[in-house]
């Protein structure tokens, strides 16, 4: 990510504030609240960890193991066990 020139966007006065607190230094100023967006919405990665993590569970519900699992995968087995754990919560049939 680039950064912006505060002489480009901001008024004399407030780079003079900041710059008591920080003088020459990069800062980072962090979006409003309201204007963030959610882990990988800007990329198709969190679709493709959905898709595996579905194939995942599909192989466990077909009978493989959780060690087999793991190493088809390259994942840990508590990282196979918490996918199969977060699916079985959202497949449970309401009571």
């Known amino acids: 990510m680039g950064y912006i020139r505060a002489e480009e966007i901001l008024p004399a006065d407030v780079i003079k504030q ?3 607190y920080v003088d020459g230094a990069n800062i980072y100023i962090p979006r409003k609240q309201e204007n963030r967006l959610a882990w990988g919405t800007k990329t198709a990665y969190r679709h493709e960890l959905q898709k595996r993590d579905k194939a995942i ?5 077909d009978g493989k193991s959780v060690n087999e699992l793991a190493h ?18 959202e497949n449970q049939p309401l009571q």
Not at 57 to 61: C, G, P
Not at 72 to 89: A, C, D, G, V
């Open 18 to 20: 900041i710059q008591q």
């Open 57 to 61: 569970y599909n192989s466990y519900l």
């Open 72 to 89: 088809i995968h390259y994942l840990s087995e508590k990282s196979i066990q918490r996918i199969i754990r977060n699916y079985n919560k």
